[in-house]
Structure formats: C-alpha cells, structure tokens
C-alpha cells in the first residue's frame, strides 16, 4: 500500500514560473522526504524534512511540512525545462520507506 | 564513484526463465532496500536488510523472488520462473538507518516476454 499520495497527478507549466506539488499521508511519520525521478531513471533526492520542521530550502525547493494535516508540499521556484520529471514523496512508516505514485512535471519553453 | 550501483541495468528474458540481479550500496551504509516500480507508479517496497539481516518482505514478495545479502555488503534479488507481470524496474537503495536519506541505484529494468 502506498501512504503518500501526492496532488496534482500531473502538471504543466510555462518555463520560469514556479510549480507546487502536494503531498497528503495517513499515519504518524518521523520524517518526510521528496525525490525527484527523469524518465526512465533512477530517483534522485531532493530534501528530507524531520517532523519537528515546518519548512525548509534547498537551492530553487521550497519544502513545508504541516504534520496536523498529515500534509506536506514542494515548490520549485523560476521552473527550467530541466526540471521536467515525476516528483515523488516518501514517508517512514512501518519501519520502512512508503512512496506515493507521484506528479509529472512538465515545463513547457 | 561512491554512489549505489546495480548490475545488469537492463535484462529481457523469457517467461520461466529465473533472473539475478545485483546491488552494490554504499559502502557505509547499514540498510539496504529493493523495490518495484511499474510504469507511471511510485516505487513499491519490496523487502529491506539491517547489515545481513532481512528484516521484512513485502507480501508482493512471492515465493518466486528471494534476496540475499551475505556479508552485510552487496544484495542479490532473484526471480526464479519468471512472469510477464514481473516486468519492471527493480531499484535498489541504501542508508544510514530509516532516518536517513536513501540513495537509490540506477535500476534494473526487466522485460519478461
């Protein structure tokens, strides 16, 4: 079973505007991470944020965590074509790492 | 390179056939993790290693696929007779401990015809 199920499925946007993804799970989580797949490759993380944070940067990523609503998002600022790819979240449950089904991002020029 | 490696990335076999494939983690981590993934999903669990130990299958482990992992190092996932809905990519990732990042490998695609 998967905990996490990520929104929207998919999503296209204009090169240099900023996408966001949602991320909603069920049970109690020590931490949340997000990954990042290209077509055909292996995944790739991007930021793992602790229970006890409520946000946190990398470079372009914006992540939040709201633990109250079971609920987390991923924002990409200034979008590029390189960004085009499926976003995952990943939550610990169960003494083990649980998947959404991801959002496919595509960044049209 | 320091990163998770596996071996073959891309196996086509015939149905009934048995397949192994490999998973070489990063050499200071502790656990080590198989997945599946099919087209268009998230990565699904398959089963996870403490060192040498295998702590928990996924009831998708049937008994078909085993995973070994002597040594507390590298990983072997088999698939013996295989399935036309074995077809997938198997990814394999490592980590500190359940709290930490996990690294994934390239994958292994698998075409069963």
């Known amino acids: 079973s998967q905990q996490g199920e990520e929104d929207p499925q998919a999503l296209s946007i204009q090169e240099g505007e900023n996408a966001t993804m949602n991320c909603s799970y069920k049970?109690?989580?020590?931490?949340l991470q997000w990954y990042r797949q290209n077509s055909g490759r292996g995944l790739v993380h991007l930021i793992l944020?602790?229970?006890?944070?409520r946000e946190k940067h990398s470079g372009r990523l914006r992540v939040t965590l709201d633990t109250s609503k079971k609920s987390s998002s991923l924002l990409i600022t200034a979008s590029r074509a390189a960004d085009t790819a499926s976003y995952f979240c990943?939550?610990?449950?169960?003494?083990?790492?649980?998947f959404g089904k991801g959002t496919r991002l595509h960044i049209l020029p | 390179d320091t990163g998770v490696s596996q071996d073959p990335r891309h196996k086509i076999t015939k149905r009934g056939q048995n397949v192994t494939f490999r998973c070489d983690p990063i050499?200071?981590?502790?656990?080590l993790y198989w997945y599946r993934q099919t087209l268009g999903q998230g990565p699904e669990f398959l089963t996870y290693?403490?060192?040498?130990?295998?702590?928990?299958k996924s009831r998708l482990l049937s008994d078909r696929f085993s995973a070994e992992r002597p040594k507390g190092s590298f990983s072997t996932l088999e698939i013996q007779r295989t399935e036309q809905g074995d077809s997938a990519m198997y990814l394999c990732?490592?980590?500190?401990?359940?709290?930490?990042?996990?690294?994934f490998g390239p994958g292994t695609r698998l075409t069963v015809l």
């Open positions: 990732a490592s980590s500190w401990s359940l709290a930490d990042t996990q690294y």
């Open positions: 049970t109690s989580i020590n931490n």
């Open positions: 944020i602790r229970s006890n944070e």
């Open positions: 990943a939550t610990d449950g169960d003494d083990k790492i649980i």
């Open positions: 050499s200071e981590h502790n656990r």
């Open positions: 290693f403490q060192n040498e130990a295998q702590l928990e």
